[in-house]
């Protein structure tokens, strides 16, 4: 299993990243507000550890106390979201929480849906575990 844990510049800053290559599970943290240059970071290290995935990989993205990303941050999701489905990705599902930015929650699903697969929402990790069919 490979974890990578980064602190912002922000306060509240933090993503983590963790491949769990016995469940074939990448599971992605986002929390506080990160600028572009640790989304873009963070974008990277989520594509190098997936690689270690096999085909047909589940994520589990925590997005539950992500503020919402500038456009500029916001890129370097859109593009690794692209490269995980080119990668195999199979289900994908968001934590959210019921105070989760709905601007996040929508912007994360309209990236999804226009790299080319959709994602389930659950209020935990371990109900978003339940839901993973991979």
Do not use: H, W
């Amino acid at each position: 299993m490979t974890q990578i844990v980064e602190y912002g510049d922000n306060d509240d800053a933090r993503y983590e990243i963790e491949a769990d290559t016995r469940s074939n599970v990448l599971y992605l943290t986002f929390s506080g507000s990160l600028t572009a240059e640790e989304m873009a970071t963070a974008a990277d290290e989520t594509v190098a550890a997936a690689e270690r995935l096999d085909d047909g990989f589940g994520i589990v993205n925590d997005i539950s106390t992500f503020t919402p990303p500038s456009p500029e941050a916001a890129e370097p999701i859109k593009e690794a979201q692209v490269d995980l489905k080119e990668m195999g990705v199979g289900d994908v599902v968001r934590v959210v929480a019921d105070d989760t930015s709905a601007v996040t929650e929508n912007a994360f699903q309209r990236r999804s849906r226009q790299a080319g697969y959709t994602g389930k929402t659950a209020g935990s990790r371990a109900e978003a575990e339940r839901k993973l069919d991979c």
